[in-house]
């Protein structure tokens, strides 16, 4: 019998800081675990620029039926590790916690929009964001909590809702602990609960937890995934499916630090930038002393203005003579740097500092 391999499905990332929206930012590649479901079920991983797809062993002609049966409880992980060290500066996502947080993408998310498969969770735009992030967990760890009673139900449910552990906690000197052991259960998304209360929104698995991992992608073949997220039809033939991951480009306020280096005697008065589009404007602040004792003019930008991988061009920073020493422009000034960005959490505000010296 001759076969060939027939897509099953594959996940596309994409970034719209790129021209042409493909993000070729991550490694990605399945865990220890998915590697032997791979090879068990006849399925090839295949790298794509900005994804990758998984490829079913068929019959060359006839049914699409793939050879090896895929079991309904089946789960492939696959990991996302950076491969740009500014992709979090360039991209719009919360900054880090310190805490060893993941963001999960899951075609169990049920996430349609506009006819695209989404695995990121928000409902409320296409990308991904702070609602993906999950803590990562140990398979066996020990939960510890504060508490005013004398005894708390301690609740980890699974995925889909379904109860995995359940027991009841005693409360000493006004704290309690409860050994979570999901070791006889497959690595995944898990939720605990203290007296129905929700704690802890955490992906267990021992694997990622020893790496550096981005984020977490889960494609899940039981019955719990919606019809228009599943890979196999009612008759058990390949219905292949394009998922897709978005990023959002970061925006940020610019600011622009001209500082006085070899026009000392003008009046920041009359300076002044252009934005070649008019539904933003710089504003002037006051003038401040730089720590290497020159003066410098700041300039705000009104609105934020998102990164880009194609550079704004057209910018200009304007002299005027209303106080005298002559006119002069400065074409081009240089965009905000991904290498740069200054987060001011107090003000929920992201800057980027971008000096010009004249």
């Known amino acids: 019998m001759e076969t060939v391999f027939d897509e099953l499905f594959s996940v596309v990332i994409s970034h719209n ?11 990605i590649n399945p865990t220890q675990l998915t590697n032997i479901q791979l090879k068990n079920r006849s399925l090839l991983f295949r790298k794509i620029t900005n994804g990758f797809k998984i490829l079913a062993q068929v019959q060359k002609t006839g049914s699409s ?4 049966r895929l079991e309904s409880n089946q789960k492939l992980s696959f990991i996302l590790q950076q491969n740009n060290s500014y992709f979090s500066n360039f991209t719009e996502l919360p900054f880090s916690s310190g805490s060893y947080q993941i963001f999960h993408l899951s075609n169990k998310n049920n996430n349609l929009q506009n006819s695209r498969l989404l695995l990121s969770a928000s409902a409320a735009d296409k ?3 702070g609602s993906d992030l999950v803590n990562v967990k140990s398979m ?22 379904s109860i995995i552990m359940s027991e009841t906690a005693e409360v000493s000197e006004g704290a ?5 052991d999901l070791r006889s259960y497959q690595p995944g998304r898990y939720k605990l609960y203290a007296d129905g209360i929700l704690k802890l929104d955490f992906y267990a698995d021992d694997y990622v937890l020893a790496q550096k991992v981005f984020a977490v992608a889960d494609i899940y073949l039981d019955e719990n995934v919606s019809a228009s997220y599943e890979l196999l039809d009612s008759n058990g033939n390949i219905s292949a499916k394009e998922y897709y991951i978005y990023f959002n480009s970061r925006k940020i306020h610019w600011k622009y630090l001209v500082a006085l280096k070899h026009r000392s005697n003008v009046d920041p008065d009359d300076l002044s930038i252009d934005y070649p589009d008019s539904t933003n404007a710089f504003t002037r602040q006051t003038a401040i002393t730089l720590s290497n004792g020159l003066t410098a003019v700041p300039f705000i930008s009104n609105i934020e203005i998102p ?3 194609n550079p704004i061009k057209g910018i200009k920073l304007k002299k005027s003579s209303v106080n005298g020493g002559g006119t002069f422009e400065n074409d081009n000034l240089p965009n905000a740097s991904i290498r740069n960005i200054k987060p001011d959490i107090t ?6 500092e971008i000096f010009v010296y004249i």
């Open 17 to 27: 800081y790129y021209d042409d929206d493909k993000c070729p930012d991550f490694k």
């Open 65 to 68: 039926t793939p050879l090896t």
């Open 127 to 129: 990308y991904v964001s």
């Open 140 to 161: 066996a760890f020990t939960y510890k909590q504060t508490s005013s009673g004398t005894n708390a139900i301690v609740t980890v449910v699974d995925i889909d809702g």
């Open 176 to 180: 309690f602990s409860c050994f979570i």
């Open 307 to 309: 990164f880009s991988e």
């Open 347 to 352: 003000n929920d505000k992201v800057y980027s």
